[in-house]
Every structure is written in C-alpha cells, then in structure tokens.
C-alpha cells in the first residue's frame, strides 16, 4: 500500500474531567437525557395512535351513542338527558327563539319553552344533529365520557385488529387483501407509496422473516472490495441450470440502514464465512465500520501497513535498479567475446 495513504495517528489529549458545578451538571444531564428521550418517543407514539387510531374510534363510538335515537336510549339508563336545560346552546336557537329568550322570564318563560319543544320535535328522528337540536356539544360529551372512558378506543382497536389477523387468516379474508391490494396499485398516486409502506411493514412484522444464516464477507461490488453479507438461502432453480453452478444468495446491506441493500447470488467458494454474529454485522453496517467486534479489530493496523507500504518501496527500489535490456555484462568479457569472433 502506498505510503502517502498511510497517516499517522495523532496522540489523543486527554481532555480534562470537569470539576465543580459543571461536573455535576454534565452527569445529571447524562443520566437524565436517555430517560428523557425514551419519555419522548413513547408519548409521541402514544399521541400517534390516540389522533389516528382510537380517536377517530372513539368519535365513531361517541358519534354513534349522541347522534342517533338508539343511543339517546342508552344515555337515558345512565341518566342523561340530552334535552334537558343544561345542554341548551342558545346560540344555536333559530332567531325567533333567541328574541323569546330575551324575555324578562328568560328560558323558563312558558311560550319559549313550548316553542322550543315544537322545534325540537320536528327535527327529531333516526339519526339526530345536535346543532339542529340546539344542544351543546361539549357539555354533553363531557357528561358522557363520565360514564365511557375513552379507553374505550383503545380496547376496540385491539378487537377490531384480532379480527382482522382472524379474517386475513382464512380463504375469505386472503381473497378481500389481494383484492385491495389490486385496487391501491391502480391508485396514481397511492401507487407510488402502498407497496413501498407494505414491505416495510412486513420486513418488521411478517411472521415469516428473513432467517439470516451465516455472516460472510463478498467481493462486491467489484473484486478486490469486500462487503458483509449474510447468506439467506440457496440460489435460482433456472440460475443454478444456466451457469451450471450451484450458487447461495446473500443479501448486501446497505449503510446505514440495513434494511435495505441488494440480493446477489455467488459461489460459495467466494465467501469469505466470518466468526461474527448478526448483532454484531448490523452494528459494523450502520455505524459504517465503527463499532468492530473486539475479537475482529485490528490494534496493529498501523504498523501493519507501514511494513507493508515499505516492503513495497523496497521492491520498487530494486526493481528500478535493474537495467531492462537484462544483467550488465562485464567489458573484459565483451573485448573476449569480440577476439574470439574475429579470428
């Protein structure tokens, strides 16, 4: 190896300890940020699932229990009575209402509470709008979470996904996912994304999962580069019967997301099996040769590559050194050579 690739490593300062307060600070930020950071991600988890899965099913839920006549009948054995006073949102009272409201006798008044029933009675149905109802919202949800807690949501969702797994488990259910997925990929724009999300989702969740068996080092992507490797299974039917070779496919991942790399199919005589386990071939991926496993590391690599780097100098030196027509041939030899040719 060239020498001018070769640098010397620098002696690394020792920094000195903080003292003091700052000490103390340091340490209680280490200790306190992991603890920090784990609190952050679960409560943004946490918030992603209560936006886009159980509060959407727990506005279905509460929908479904205010909005219609069925549900009001529910709300009556808990004691609640959407009609009654202490749910009157006057702002949503039609104007003739509201001027009956003015009166010195208020909501109590006898004509607006007469009023007030013809028109409720009117927009009474099936299905129920609180505006048109003149109910508060608010006041009225509260009432009712008092009595179904929003975890409510949270216990639905784990229903509604078992059944799920159940139904996508049999005939019936397999046909209904082929058939969605058929219809995403005719989406323009969902198209782009569905299947990309799809894999991800079952690189991590499939119950079938890739099995990596052994950790190898491959000449990829040209010879004289090495990469790591783990082999997955044996190679192509119609690939082993056209080169006539019996192949293993590996799979290259890619730095610094192992999630994602490339399939190649090689021989088996050209992977290098290295005593390093998957744990610790991810860890060389994604921190890009960092973190090397303490019985493959190097300490010498330096010295290593300078005996190297002088070994080949040295050739060099000799190499250059000899003419390239061949040896020198001394001139006494020469001027004998020349009399024996002439006589």
């Known amino acids: 190896m060239p020498s001018r690739f070769i640098k010397k490593p620098k002696p690394k ?6 003292k003091g307060v700052g000490a103390f600070f340091l340490r209680g930020v280490i200790t306190v940020l992991p603890v920090i950071l784990t609190l952050v991600v679960f409560g943004l ?9 159980t509060g959407p099913i727990n506005s279905t839920i509460y929908w479904s229990i205010e909005g219609n006549g069925l549900g009001w009948k529910l709300l009556d054995r808990f004691g609640i009575d959407p009609l009654d006073g202490a749910y009157l949102a006057p702002d949503l009272l039609p104007l003739e209402l509201q001027t009956l409201a003015r ?18 009675n009117e927009n009474l149905s099936l299905f129920r709008d609180l505006d048109d109802l003149a109910i508060n919202r608010d006041k009225l949800r509260q009432d009712v979470t008092g009595h179904i807690h929003p975890l409510i949501g949270v216990f639905v969702s784990l229903m509604v996904v078992l059944w799920l797994g ?13 058939k969605l997925d058929e219809a995403m990929q005719l989406i323009p724009v969902v198209k782009s994304v569905y299947p990309y999300s799809k894999q991800l989702v079952e690189f991590f969740f499939a119950e079938k999962q890739i099995e990596f068996d052994t950790v190898v080092a491959v000449p990829y992507p040209s010879p004289g580069i090495w990469s790591l490797a783990f082999v997955t299974s044996s190679s192509l039917k119609t690939l082993r019967a ?7 496919s590996a799979f290259v991942p890619s ?21 390093i386990s998957i744990d610790e071939a991810l860890r060389v991926t994604m921190t890009g040769g960092v973190l090397i496993p303490p019985h493959e590391k190097v300490d010498d690599l330096f010295d290593e590559l300078t005996q190297k780097a002088e070994e080949a100098a040295n050739a060099e030196k000799l190499a250059g050194a000899q003419p390239e027509d061949g040896p020198n041939v001394p001139e006494e030899q020469e001027q004998t050579h020349e009399q024996s040719k002439d006589e």
């Open 103 to 120: 009166r010195p006798e208020g909501f109590a008044g006898p004509e607006f509470l007469d009023r007030l029933s013809v028109h409720r």
């Open 242 to 248: 056209e080169t006539g070779k019996e192949l293993i």
């Open 13 to 18: 300062k020792r920094k000195p300890a903080p």
């Open 255 to 275: 730095s610094p997301m192992p999630m994602t790399g490339y399939t190649i199919f090689i021989e088996p005589e050209r992977a290098i099996p290295l005593p």
């Open 166 to 178: 159940w139904l996508v488990g049999g005939f019936v259910g397999r046909r209904i996912v082929g």
């Open 45 to 53: 988890l946490f918030q992603m699932v209560d936006r886009y899965v």
